[in-house]
């Protein structure tokens, strides 16, 4: 093949990659690793942000924002002192009662963590106020406007490393249960309550994690191999989708965790959970 021609196909190669890379948006799509198979899918949130009213430049100079310290503050300053490569707003009617809130998405910044949302109630022309806050949960937003919390974040370091987890190859390994529903309804974040079913699912997953042999703390790391953290996401769990029982869930925790370190890992596990709820509105 002649030189000049192989110029041109290489041009023509490069360019087509390059309409491609530009039609694709920054995180569009998320990889999933399910069952050793990695399945791309279009991940909910970005394209609840996508396809939801914008706000013009024009009215965010006008819009005010009351925040949850009472503060009044232009929407046009807050979004100038918040990263612009993570920060997305929108206006969308959460629980159609005919007014639309407003949405602000932005990201923290850190190693693993953490992503937020914010969502503010309009109680009058161009004037919204603080209504609720996610933060930590790589949150999900679904079509039926669900938002699907993770616990991976605010646990993800609990006795253990980040990327470490609990593995069970077995058939009746312990079930995911690792996330929660909440609604937005009349200015309020509230958290779906779930069933029997689940509840029978927690308890048999802490059942199967209690016959698991002693994960001693490695001294130098002061890290398990992740039981602590399946533990504690299972309890989480519990005590969010079930009325926000702490007594309950000690039951529960009391029950299944037969360990010598019981006492420390309740306790930390307490600190935690109110760490999730002063950064959390639900």
């Known amino acids: 093949m002649?030189?000049?021609?192989?110029?041109?196909?290489?041009?023509?190669c490069l360019a087509i990659k390059a309409v491609v890379y530009?039609?694709?948006p920054r995180d569009t799509f998320v990889m999933y690793q399910r069952d050793s198979a990695v399945i791309p899918e279009t991940?909910?949130?970005?394209?609840?942000?996508?396809?939801?009213?914008?706000?013009?430049?024009?009215?965010?100079?006008?819009?005010?924002?009351i925040t949850k310290a009472k503060k009044t503050v232009k929407l046009s300053n807050l979004m100038k002192s918040t990263?612009?490569?993570?920060?997305?707003?929108?206006?969308?009617?959460?629980?159609?009662?005919?007014?639309?809130?407003?949405?602000?998405?932005?990201?923290?910044?850190?190693?693993?963590?953490?992503?937020?949302?914010?969502?503010?109630?309009?109680?009058?022309?161009?004037?919204?106020q603080h209504a609720a806050k996610l933060f930590a949960g790589?949150?999900?937003?679904?079509?039926?406007?669900?938002?699907?919390?993770?616990?991976?974040?605010?646990?993800?370091?609990?006795?253990?490393c980040y990327a470490c987890t609990y593995t069970d190859t077995a058939d009746e390994a312990p079930i995911?249960?690792?996330?929660?529903?909440?609604r937005y309804n009349k200015g309020k974040m509230m958290i779906?309550?779930?069933?029997?079913?689940?509840?029978?699912?927690?308890?048999?997953?802490?059942?199967?994690?209690?016959?698991?042999?002693?994960?001693?703390?490695?001294?130098?790391l002061a890290q398990d191999k992740g039981l602590r953290k399946?533990?504690?996401?299972n309890l989480a769990a519990y005590y969010f989708s079930f009325g926000k029982n702490m007594l309950e869930t000690q039951k529960l925790f009391n029950k299944y965790y037969k360990y010598p370190d019981k006492k420390a890992v309740w306790t930390a596990f307490v600190k935690q959970l109110r760490y999730m709820q002063l950064q959390s509105d639900f």
């Open 43 to 65: 991940e909910k949130t970005v394209l609840f942000f996508q396809e939801s009213e914008k706000i013009p430049t024009a009215t965010m100079v006008k819009t005010l924002l």
């Open 176 to 182: 995911d249960v690792s996330r929660i529903t909440l």
């Open 138 to 160: 790589h949150t999900v937003i679904t079509g039926k406007r669900e938002f699907i919390f993770s616990l991976h974040e605010n646990f993800g370091y609990f006795f253990t």
């Open 2 to 12: 002649p030189r000049q021609t192989k110029i041109v196909l290489l041009s023509i």
């Open 230 to 233: 399946e533990f504690a996401m």
């Open 83 to 128: 990263d612009p490569v993570y920060a997305d707003l929108v206006l969308a009617d959460l629980d159609n009662d005919g007014k639309k809130e407003l949405l602000l998405s932005s990201y923290t910044g850190g190693t693993h963590c953490c992503d937020e949302i914010y969502i503010y109630k309009n109680i009058d022309s161009n004037k919204y």
């Open 22 to 24: 530009a039609q694709e």
């Open 192 to 220: 779906v309550p779930s069933d029997s079913e689940l509840k029978s699912i927690i308890n048999d997953n802490l059942g199967k994690l209690g016959e698991q042999p002693y994960q001693k703390i490695d001294s130098d």
